[in-house]
């Protein structure tokens, strides 16, 4: 405090006690935050049962999973043929059909996203706080996404498998209305932080609510609501991936058997082919928006 | 001293400052003007090094500013502190942390992130604003201020790097005559001082009323540099071929400003 006292400016004086009073405030509403946040993770821990003494108990077996599961591969017959025991066509010798499968997952999570995609970016600007229409649209389009991605894909998908029967139908519309919810909030979050003064002189020129969202906002989130599509695409893959556990189509239900008769190198197979796959979507995803933000960024 | 010998920046085909040489005595106060395209601002920006050039050296007290890296040119652009047309605070931080932002060069690393200060820094920085009667906003969001106000806040950053030299790139061309004159008048008035001042203006008055000597830049060369007075409209026209008050009309036009010859009247 002699730093500011020593300047002997009453402006500075008064800055320097301002400041000290609002570093007060500030830390004692940090302190009290945390001790809410810790009591709350305890609370949490305690009622999910997450004992740290289970989790240690645990631990060594997720190990031993892996270790049964991980192919028993040769080095001497590495590249043999699908008969021989050890090689790496013995090992994945239904190929084919999974790489079909997944294929079939790959399109059900693109269908989805984009049917979701579609569904969010249609609700999101009455869920957007700075420029719902009226505060009825507003609370109606915000209730509605968060309806659509509280409930589980897999309640979805059970109900579609009713209603459509068994087939990748079901997980795609399952999964859509989900990524409608989950992307619908992260679209209306990103039109909430944009510049509003665009907006502003939209609406003065006579412009319409509609002509507000296409010219002001639109071109201001869309490269956020590109990313935001993409890592959806991502995660469907993986949701995709499991929804079949229901019979709602794709690789899972493959998986599921694998899992359920212990088949325990194929799981690895099947896992290892996913992770593959999430990774070429992800390399491919990065030079797509790249691509398409660059010609955005052109046309404007 | 500041000295320029033959700077050169190509944007592709486009050079836009083309073999500039140029000596500055340390305390002088530069007014550098020319119309859209005429590279004040590139030549500017690459004397605190934001933009490299393609060719030429920038030589301060000996120091061969053109091939600093890392650590010695993030202390180069300490001590030349720059000011932006747009002003470029954090719009969502308070105004004290965007002046503290002049002496982060200065601090380590955790303690600086941790947005850590010293009760002298902050003295230092309070006094600062105060000095442009801002004190009383240290601990507003800096959106919340007018753009001359913000403008002055970004002086008072500048002044905490305790620079040699300020950089002001066309800092009144977002503002009104009033603010504009305030803000001018801080930048004599830091100038006086002894740090040495180069701004680009679009305003020939302004720069004639302001500068120790005026630059001018056409399309990238330097056509003129001297003291105002010998700045007059008969050499604007022989420099440029066009009238002042064309001459004012198509500077504002880089800047989107109103040209103040042709402002509404009052």
């Not at chain 1, 810790?38 to 645990?58: F, I, K, N, Q, Y």
């Not at chain 1, 897999?154 to 209603?163: D, K, N, S, T």
């Not at chain 1, 998986?255 to 796959?277: D, G």
């Not at chain 2, 240290?138 to 007018?146: E, K, V, W, Y």
Request: aromatic share 8%; hydrophobic share 50%.
């Amino acid at each position: 405090m002699s730093a500011a006292y020593s300047t002997g400016l009453p402006a500075v004086i008064r800055g320097e006690e301002a400041y000290r009073a609002a570093q007060r405030q500030k830390r004692v509403q940090a302190a009290l935050g945390a001790a809410i946040l810790l009591a709350c993770l305890l609370a949490a821990a305690w009622v999910s049962e997450a004992h740290p003494a289970t989790l240690w108990a645990g631990l060594p077996r997720i190990g031993e999973y892996f270790s049964r599961i991980l192919p028993d591969l040769r080095w001497a017959s590495l590249f043999a043929d699908a008969e021989t025991e050890g090689s790496i066509a013995f090992w994945l010798y239904r190929l084919p059909e999974w790489a079909w499968l997944i294929f079939e997952t790959a399109n059900m999570a693109a269908l989805a996203t984009l049917m979701g995609s579609a569904a969010a970016l249609l609700l999101s600007f009455p869920a957007a706080r700075n420029i719902a229409p009226s505060p009825l649209a507003f609370h109606l389009a915000r209730r509605t996404l968060e309806a659509l991605r509280t409930v589980p894909e897999i309640v979805y998908a059970l109900i579609f498998v009713w209603a459509f029967g068994v087939g990748p139908l079901a997980g795609i519309l399952a999964i859509a209305l989900h990524s409608a919810g989950a992307n619908g909030k992260l679209f209306a979050e990103a039109i909430e932080n944009a510049d509003l003064k665009p907006w502003e002189a939209v609406r003065a020129a006579g412009g319409s609510w509609g002509h507000g969202c296409r010219f002001a906002v639109l071109p201001q989130v869309l490269p956020n609501f590109l990313s935001y599509l993409l890592l959806r695409f991502e995660v469907n893959i993986r949701s995709a991936s499991v929804i079949g556990f229901v019979g709602a189509g794709g690789i899972g239900e493959e998986l599921y058997k694998v899992i359920s008769f212990n088949y325990y190198e194929e799981i690895s197979a099947i896992v290892l082919l996913v992770i593959l796959t999430v990774a070429c979507v992800d390399l491919l995803s990065e030079r797509l928006r790249h691509a398409a933000i660059g010609r955005l960024e052109a046309a404007r | 001293m500041l000295e320029i010998e033959g700077l050169t920046r190509r944007f592709g085909a486009k050079t836009a400052v083309d073999g500039v040489s140029l000596r500055v005595p340390a305390g002088q106060m530069v007014g550098v003007i020319g119309r859209s395209g005429a590279g004040k601002s590139t030549m500017l920006r690459m004397l605190n090094r934001l933009t490299d050039p393609s060719e030429g050296r920038i030589r301060f007290e000996g120091t061969d500013v053109t091939a600093l890296r890392g650590r010695a040119l993030r202390d180069w652009r300490m001590r030349c502190a720059m000011i932006f047309q747009q002003f470029n605070l954090v719009q969502r931080l308070d105004v004290l942390t965007n002046v503290l932002v002049g002496r982060l060069n200065r601090r380590p690393m955790i303690t600086s992130l941790l947005r850590m200060f010293t009760a002298e820094e902050r003295a230092m920085a309070l006094a600062a604003l105060d000095r442009f009667d801002l004190a009383e906003t240290a601990l507003q969001r800096a959106d919340t201020l007018s753009g001359g106000q913000q403008q002055r806040v970004a002086i008072a950053r500048a002044l905490l790097q305790e620079p040699r030299i300020i950089l002001a790139d066309e800092p009144i061309a977002s503002l009104d005559p009033r603010n504009s004159r305030i803000v001018m008048d801080a930048l004599r008035g830091v100038n006086r001082e002894g740090i040495t001042v180069l701004v680009n203006l679009h305003d020939l008055a302004t720069a004639r009323d302001y500068c120790d000597r005026i630059v001018a830049l056409n399309a990238g060369r330097l056509v003129f540099d001297g003291p105002p007075e010998e700045l007059t409209a008969k050499r604007i026209r022989e420099v440029y071929g066009v009238s002042e008050e064309e001459f004012a009309e198509q500077a504002a036009e880089a800047v989107g400003a109103t040209a103040r010859h042709v402002a509404v009247p009052a």
